[in-house]
């Protein structure tokens, strides 16, 4: 076979699956509504293809006819219709994905870029094998789950869409009968029915704890059992390199880690009670599946003591075991496990029920469990208020201390099997218990806390004011502060009073750093391990959360006697082009800092810096956002090595290029040589955690991306050349440029706020139940007010994409009026410098998900003509010199030629995304009309769901 007919044959496939589920889909709209809605659906479809491809005016009246005349159940039927086909198509793509990658094992093809065994092979082949152990003792890789709201989902929706991937998973892996495939056949329609007729949209704004669950659903689903798979496929693959390998364990160097239910920053309702009952949930979570595990791993480990022996340690377990059964009394592992079982069911208890918070120890006492107990009295009331029900009691055992105390019983059990020749056994379930033991403990996932640097200011001023009075702290020049705080620090004297009445603000974040105390005694430190501060513009930001810190306990300075310590590291984020600019000075004034630094060291020497890509964006645009960030990643690695501290960057990634998304591997790979170093974290957002994390396979591969991309960057010498000085010059002239063409149409031109909230979603957006966190940071309108989520949302809403590209074509434009010779540079910088190369195919993919001609069709929206014509007129020529500009520095003949993959999506997906924007258009205009059917407002909800979905990654 040829390799075009080769590619014709895999697109066939997965054209197989989207038409066969685009049928189930029509034959459920016909039994449900009959042929006369289905003819009015397909006629919509067909309309908006034409004007898709061919932008037919006569397609445009005969679509903007139809779409009038529809009554709201119409509406709503095409919308629900056209939104579902999207997801249809995402779960037929996904699993087509699958499919080829194990067709390519199958086939025994070379390892493929992106996967660990490429990334192995690669190391390997540059001569580091040896360096694998120095790597992973050093490696801390983490994406982190943050519950912004772009994720429009409801969980119901995708217990639906999991249940037809299963069928269409099955197909693939099984050799079915004709008898096997009609019952495969029908299951599918039930999904395809059972989705059709679950509700779409949330009948309630969701709260935080709402929130928790959601983020939860992904650990049960994909990340408890695939993660710990991933740490032993990796590690048997060393183990085939270097035998040392096969009896030495992988440090844990990665954790999925989340905001949900610690991100206070614009979000009055995180507060400590919300906190505590998510840590409450999240140990919950992790108990039940370690719980479901040693049930079945009992009922594997049938071992006879009369057919194999055990250690005496093994022995001693199953004789401490509360199961005297007669049937299983020569059956060790089994009682042992029971053992541990029930002790662990204790734990269970003791966390999430209030009768176990002040039940008396039975049996020796354990001064561990008793203080954990404590601690956790104080955290049952917030899980009870947000309605967990209380989880049966182990009967009369000792829970565990620590999920260390747990992993050292399991252990027990596996040296004892490795010894008595049934390492086989021990390589099966118990292998993943263990592991994910390890990478998950008590607590489940870490729970970073987040807030803003003007409430610690606030906070701090007024705790000062109450134990030092006459102190003004915020009219304090910045040296002033300093002094005054590292006075503080030093001194063992507490400035909080339990009998001083606080504000309500400070009340609620003193009571954080309480909880936070309480977590770490009843989890384990690794519970909540960082602390990060939004809006970091100076070293006494730092040092105001070091004071609230040693406020309670977290934190000591060093003395004669004593080494200084802190029990959650510190992390500045910064966000704005102004911040990003002035971080890398303000972490060398910090470090200048002998307290600072003791702590520091006292972490490892390990600092974390976060970088924001979205208000950067929404403050000076995608191409300015990108440029700055890479400088200020090359001064923070200069500013680290100075100082000999250890870097780990937290990239704070949207799922939307104009909020730092785009491929996690190019990403990564793209960073400044020395910005990795085997350590990286990165926020998982909104849709892309569904599709990234929803599907066991899909996560599994998004993870492998993660490890293989880190190992890569950190371990092999940098992809392409390092730019030189006129490379550098080019890029900081276009950067100028982009800037100032990106600001002068957002900020510097009269109406173009008025313009923004006519012709795009975001009033509807705001009113939408997908967040627990208001839409703006004020009661304004104000561009500068707005959250960079929403304002990315909407652009993608209405096709435009405006934060992903604009400037990008006035910059190259006046760059070679100036240059002789700038294509040929900037057409260098694209084949040899990766950071170029990954910013312009991120800015690829954005504009081949736009669409002008739909986007002409929201600026109608807008009621002044004048103001219409003069900004849409704006957006729509740099659209064309940026698209123009980009293929002539690629060498494209059109979007997306590099990305065939991408290209094949938007053929298949498109023309089902169209009409729904249609649809918006139409029902934005009866709202703001004056439409009051409820319908209305729902059918604009239902599109922005649809839209959403089908692009997957707008915001």
């Known amino acids: 076979m040829d390799g075009s007919k080769s590619v014709e044959f895999k697109d066939e496939l997965l054209g197989r699956d989207i038409r066969q589920l685009g049928r189930m889909l029509g034959d459920t709209i016909r039994t449900q509504h009959g042929d006369e809605a289905f003819n009015r659906i397909e006629n919509v479809r067909q309309l908006a293809i034409r004007f898709r491809r061919e932008q037919d005016a006569g397609a445009q009246a005969l679509l903007e006819e139809a779409l009038h005349a529809l009554s709201p159940d119409e509406t709503s039927q095409l919308i629900r219709a056209f939104g579902y086909f999207s997801l249809l198509s995402n779960i037929a793509e996904d699993q087509h994905h699958t499919r080829r990658s194990r067709a390519h094992l199958l086939a025994g093809s070379a390892p493929r870029l992106g996967s660990l065994a490429k990334a192995v092979q690669n190391v390997v082949g540059a001569g580091r094998t040896s360096s694998f152990g120095e790597f992973f003792a050093e490696a801390h890789i983490s994406p982190v789950f943050t519950a912004h709201p772009t994720e429009v989902q409801r969980k119901s929706t995708l217990n639906c869409q999991m249940a037809i991937a299963r069928e269409l998973d099955e197909r693939d892996r099984v050799q079915m009968t004709p008898e096997e495939q009609e019952q495969n056949d029908e299951a599918l329609a039930r999904g395809i029915h059972t989705l059709w007729q679950t509700r779409l949209l949330r009948t309630a704004k969701l709260s935080v704890m709402d929130e928790v669950e959601n983020g939860l659903s992904f650990f049960d689903r994909t990340i408890l059992n695939g993660l710990p798979q991933l740490y032993s496929t990796l590690q048997d693959m060393l183990a085939k390199l270097d035998a040392r390998w096969a009896g030495e364990e992988l440090p844990t160097f990665m954790k999925v880690g989340s905001w949900i239910g610690g991100d206070r920053d614009g979000n009055p309702f995180v507060t400590a009670t919300v906190l505590r009952a998510t840590l409450a949930r999240q140990a919950d979570v992790a108990l039940e599946h370690y719980l479901g595990e040693l049930h079945k791993l009992a009922s594997q480990l049938s071992l006879a003591q009369t057919m194999t022996g055990c250690s005496e340690q093994l022995r001693q377990l199953a004789d401490a075991s509360p199961d005297h059964s007669p049937h299983r009394v020569d059956e060790p592992y089994r009682r042992a496990i029971y053992g541990i079982h029930n002790r662990l069911a204790a734990n269970r208890a003791l966390l999430t029920s209030a009768a176990a918070a002040g039940r008396a120890d039975t049996g020796a006492a354990a001064s561990a469990a008793a203080s954990a107990r404590a601690a956790v009295a104080t955290i049952w009331p917030a899980a009870a208020a947000a309605g967990y029900a209380p989880a049966a009691p182990g009967a009369g055992a000792q829970p565990y201390a620590s999920a260390q105390e747990l992993l050292a019983d399991l252990e027990t059990v596996h040296e004892s099997l490795v010894a008595h020749g049934s390492a086989v056994l021990a390589r099966g379930r118990l292998r993943q218990l263990r592991r994910a033991v390890k990478v998950f403990g008590f607590s489940l996932a870490p729970v970073d806390l987040r807030q803003n640097s003007d409430v610690h200011e606030r906070v701090v001023a007024e705790i000062l004011s109450c134990a030092r009075p006459g102190i003004d702290y ?173 870097m780990r960057l937290f990239h704070g990634r949207g799922g939307s290029v104009g909020r730092g998304g785009g491929p996690s591997y190019e990403a990564i790979l793209a960073q400044p040589q020395g910005a990795v170093q085997g350590r990286i974290r990165l926020t998982e957002q909104g849709e892309v955690i569904t599709a990234k994390y929803a599907n066991p396979e899909v996560c599994r591969r998004n993870l492998e991306v993660m490890v293989a991309a880190t190992m890569e960057a950190t371990m092999l010498p940098p992809r392409g050349i390092e730019p030189d000085a006129a490379q550098l010059a080019a890029m900081q002239a276009l950067s100028d440029e982009a800037m100032r063409s990106y600001r002068s149409l957002v900020y510097e031109t009269e109406g173009f706020e008025t313009y923004f909230w006519e012709s795009t979603v975001i009033s509807e957006i705001a009113a939408l139940n997908i967040g627990s966190r208001p839409a703006s940071r004020k009661k304004s309108t104000a561009i500068e007010d707005l959250r960079a989520i929403p304002w990315v949302l909407s652009w993608a809403q209405c096709r435009v994409m405006l934060p992903g590209w604009f400037g990008f074509g006035s910059a190259v434009q006046k760059f070679l009026g100036t240059q002789p010779d700038g294509l040929a540079l900037l057409q260098k910088m694209y084949r040899d410098w990766p950071f170029f190369n990954t910013l312009l195919s991120n800015m690829d993919m954005v504009l081949a998900k736009s669409d002008i001609a739909i986007a002409s069709r929201y600026a109608t929206l807008v009621s002044d003509a004048t103001l219409r014509e003069a900004i849409f007129g704006r957006i729509r020529a740099e659209h064309e010199r940026t698209i123009a500009a980009l293929k002539e520095i690629t060498g494209q003949a059109e979007l997306q030629d590099a990305n065939p993959l991408l290209q094949r999506s938007i053929r298949n997906r498109f023309p089902y995304i169209d009409p729904l924007n249609h649809l918006q258009v139409e029902l934005l205009r009866r709202f703001r009309d004056g439409d009051s059917d409820p319908a209305t407002r729902e059918g604009i909800h239902l599109s922005i769901n649809g839209i959403a979905a089908g692009l997957r990654n707008s915001g």
């Open 474 to 646: 915020a009219a304090l020049s910045e040296p002033e502060r300093c002094k005054l705080l590292l006075e503080e620090l030093h001194t063992p004297r507490l400035l909080i009073s339990p009998y001083t009445s606080y504000s309500e603000e400070t009340s609620g974040e003193l009571a954080i750093f309480r909880a936070v105390s309480e977590a770490h005694r009843a989890y384990g430190a690794e519970s909540i391990t960082n602390y990060i501060i939004s809006k970091a513009d100076s070293v006494s930001d730092l040092l105001e959360v070091a004071l609230l810190l040693k406020e309670h306990g977290l934190l000591r300075a060093g003395s004669v006697t004593e080494e200084s310590s802190m029990a959650v590291n510190i992390i500045p984020l910064f966000e704005t082009i102004g911040d990003l600019q002035a971080g890398p000075d303000i972490m060398d004034r910090a470090f200048r800092l002998p307290l600072y630094m003791d702590l520091v060291r006292s972490r490892g020497s390990l600092q974390e810096v976060m970088l924001g890509y979205s208000d950067s964006n929404k403050d000076g645009g995608f191409l300015t956002s990108g440029w700055e960030l890479y400088k200020a990643e090359i001064e923070l690695v200069e500013v680290f090595k100075r100082h000999s501290v250890k």
